[in-house]
């Protein structure tokens, strides 16, 4: 039962069970950020999150509680990791060994993830526990909400830390600000300080719940409920006078593609690339690592080609799996046929696991693998920080390129177009064929976080994807797709007029 401290006019919980309200709190956490139609529960989660603390007996129970509303929050929001189950690219039959290594994953991920709601929990108790409710107690407690999401980014990132990665805010799958994205007018904090403003408006609602008196919480909650419902600002898009075709695929894996005969896989990639080129667009973005420079023998026969097929000058953003120095990379390729020029710039910001083995995993598959198969296999898969963007002498009309991962950290965008305060929009690449089934709650996720990050640096973000949706991402925080322009086997052209 929920109970009113007639003192101090705090919420507290009776009768039930401390670590049930940690699930609930978690839970509701958890799934905000998930479904668009739950977002609201994010303000219980937050509100059910400091009610623990504040009831917990000791320092020590309000961060494992706090801890264990983190984890329960992280696995339901890291939910879409069983999507890639079997994890057949490894080249082992589907089963128990697969879900271990899935569990491996997924499990440690969430603990370390969740580490920042239980120091949350510390520093209340500690600190914060004998201060007197007042809007300035709020606005402290709100930030720490906020630093605390970030502090479990940063020790996911130590957790992962390996070959090419760094101690990062990246990861930030969780963060409860991006359930606000789907809130009508708060959604317009995004634009100062992204996804962190948002987080502690979170924050700052759900505690003024809890500890403020009766009926400023009421009238509080009111406002938040009446203005979920008002439309953000509005803001005229840029007119940049720009067509721009976004290709999207359905190739599953390299495998599948393998079993197409070498004139069948030719015929798909020109399909594409000729409708793009007949839709008379003046950019063309292709999928994440969709290899199209690879048919051909240099770039001069690229731009040959493309001469013979179009009088138009266009930029056409390929990307390709290359060796530089000795390591492998993802490598953006951007082709510019009126200058004849190719710029090449690479991935920064790598999947732990997909893209490289964080060290600690690499013990342990050393453990399950004796014959060392399993981490030969990987090890030819990894990837490494290449060349970045801001080390290539870019002209302001070329795109800056977003890979696919790297829309997770909050400075993703921020990072390539801090020097280019000219760039038309960002291009995004996107490859999901990993995936064995469609990761829908990835998907809404990610079209948050690109949400707040176009917000964030009022700049348009344009999506093109292998197995997942062709979007488009505006600086009034709105989402669109693309007018579909033409279709073949395995592949779709859409069309945006910026």
């Not at 359930?179 to 009508?184: C, K, V």
């Not at 008379?280 to 001069?300: H, K, N, T, Y």
Request: net charge neutral; hydrophobic share 50%; glycine share 8%.
């Amino acid at each position: 039962m929920i109970f009113f401290n007639t003192r101090r006019e705090l919420i507290t919980i009776k009768n039930i069970s401390p670590i049930l309200v940690c699930v609930a709190a978690g839970t509701a956490l958890g799934v905000s950020v998930i479904n668009i139609w739950l977002w609201p529960l994010v303000i219980l989660g937050t509100a059910l999150t400091l009610i623990s603390v504040i009831q917990a007996k000791s320092i020590k129970n309000a961060f494992l509680y706090g801890w264990l509303i983190g984890i329960v929050k992280i696995l339901w929001s890291l939910i879409w990791f069983w999507s890639v189950y079997p994890v057949d690219w490894i080249g082992l039959e589907p089963g128990l060994f697969h879900i271990v290594i899935l569990i491996l994953y997924w499990v440690p991920a969430a603990m370390t993830l969740g580490v920042g709601l239980g120091y949350f929990g510390w520093v209340y108790k500690k600190y914060i526990s004998s201060w007197p409710p007042s809007f300035a107690t709020l606005f402290i407690l709100s930030f720490i909400w906020m630093i605390s999401e970030g502090l479990g980014a940063i020790v996911f990132s130590i957790y992962t830390l390996g070959p090419g990665s760094d101690i990062t805010l990246g990861f930030s799958f969780g963060h409860t600000g991006y359930a606000l994205i789907e809130h009508g007018l708060l959604s317009e904090a995004a634009r100062i300080g992204g996804v962190y403003t948002l987080s502690f408006l979170v924050g700052l609602i759900s505690f003024a719940l809890v500890l403020l008196k009766r009926n400023t919480a009421i009238f509080l909650l009111l406002i938040f409920v009446i203005t979920a419902f008002t439309p953000s600002v509005p803001i005229a898009n840029k007119n940049l006078n720009l067509k721009v075709a976004l290709v999207g695929t359905e190739f599953s894996a390299p495998t599948e593609q393998q079993q197409m005969s070498q004139e069948e896989r030719w015929q798909v990639h020109f399909g594409y690339m000729k409708a793009a080129i007949e839709s008379g667009s003046d950019v063309i973005v292709l999928p994440e690592d969709m290899r199209l420079s690879s048919w051909f023998a240099s770039p001069e026969e690229i731009f040959d080609t493309y001469d013979s097929l179009s009088d138009k000058d266009v930029i056409i953003i390929d990307s390709i799996r290359a060796v530089e120095d000795g390591k492998t990379v993802l490598q953006a390729q951007i082709y510019d046929t009126k200058t004849r020029q190719v710029y090449k710039f690479d991935k920064q910001y790598l999947v732990p696991q997909g893209e490289y083995i964080p060290f600690v995993y690499q013990g342990i598959i050393s453990l399950l693998d004796p014959s060392g198969f399993l981490k030969k296999a990987i090890s030819e898969t990894a990837y490494f920080p290449g060349v970045p963007q801001s080390a290539v002498d870019l002209p302001d009309y070329i795109p800056p390129v977003l890979f696919c991962f790297e829309s997770v950290t909050p400075f993703g965008v921020k990072n390539i177009i801090k020097a280019r305060s000219g760039a038309p929009f960002v291009a995004h690449l996107v490859s999901h064929a990993w995936f064995k089934r469609e990761p829908e709650v990835l998907w809404h996720q990610l079209d948050a976080m690109l949400r707040a990050q176009a917000l964030d640096n009022n700049v348009i973000i344009l999506q093109a994807a292998n197995k997942a949706p062709v979007k488009a991402f505006y600086p009034n925080g709105q989402s669109i797709k693309p007018t579909i322009f033409a279709e073949g086997r395995g592949w779709s052209v859409s069309v945006i007029d910026l």
